[in-house]
T-cell receptor
Framework: GQNIDQPTEMTATEGAIVQINCTYQ??????LFWYQQHAGEAPTFLSY????GLEEKGRFSSFLSRSKGYSYLLLKELQMKDSASYLC?????????FGTGTRLLVSP | NAGVMQNPRHLVRRRGQEARLRCSPV?????VYWYRQLPEEGLKFMVY????????ESGMPKERFSAEFPKEGPSILRIQQVVRGDSAAYFC???????????????FGNGTRLTVT
């Protein structure tokens, strides 16, 4: 089966750092994606990990440990516009399976 | 380059009517995925298609729902005899590769918000 877990909601302050965790158990694994989705809009691609380790892209970094079935998304220097849902998704057998998403609220 | 185009953006149907949702993938993308999203929830996989073929429809209810991706034209998700529980946002995504990769992630359309009254 497929099981992807993320916290439902997180809050943080502008300028701070926040880490959003994702654990997964899937029947196949061909990479893990993080997407950002603002309310009422399409998900947009943030990062991709297929090997263990950290991928850095500006203010966003993503980490993967395949042996632990674990990933996190790190957001630095938070801005108000980062308030959105963050979706963890695993490329399993033939399709992308999404977790329920983490709603991040950034306050001034 | 145009992204994934979905129409209509909003669709209102009465119970028992048919809903037809259209998706034009990014030019050159042959892999199309349909997802359903309820308010405050994640994306639930419905169906994966390549040109003229359904590859995986394990997330799509067997009754009332069908999908196609013809050789010419957009992909269509059809819901017959809609019920209130079908009200949701339906997102289409496309990719040049199965499941996507770093260079070719899934690109999503803006979705169709279906409301059944």
């Amino acid at each position: 089966g497929q099981n992807i877990d993320q916290p439902t909601e997180m809050t943080a302050t502008e300028g701070a750092i926040v880490q959003i965790n994702c654990t997964y158990q899937t029947s196949g694994f061909n990479g893990l994606f993080w997407y950002q989705q603002h309310a009422g809009e399409a998900p947009t691609f943030l990062s991709y990990n297929v090997l263990d380790g950290l991928e850095e892209k500006g203010r966003f970094s993503s980490f993967l440990s395949r042996s632990k079935g674990y990933s996190y998304l790190l957001l630095k220097e938070l801005q108000m516009k980062d308030s959105a849902s963050y979706l963890c998704a695993v490329n399993g057998f033939q399709k992308l399976v999404f977790g329920t998403g983490t709603r991040l609220l950034v306050s001034p | 380059n145009a992204g994934v185009m979905q129409n209509p953006r909003h669709l209102v149907r009465r119970r028992g009517q048919e809903a037809r949702l259209r998706c034009s993938p990014v030019k050159g993308h042959s892999h199309v995925y349909w997802y359903r999203q309820l308010p405050e929830e994640g994306l639930k996989f419905m169906v994966y298609l390549q040109k003229e073929n359904i590859i995986d429809e394990s997330g799509m209810p067997k009754e009332r729902f069908s999908a196609e991706f013809p050789k010419e034209g957009p992909s269509i998700l059809r819901i017959q005899q809609v019920v209130r529980g079908d009200s949701a946002a339906y997102f289409c995504a496309s990719s040049p590769l199965q499941g996507g990769s770093s260079d070719s992630p899934l690109h999503f359309g803006n979705g169709t918000r279906l409301t059944v009254t």
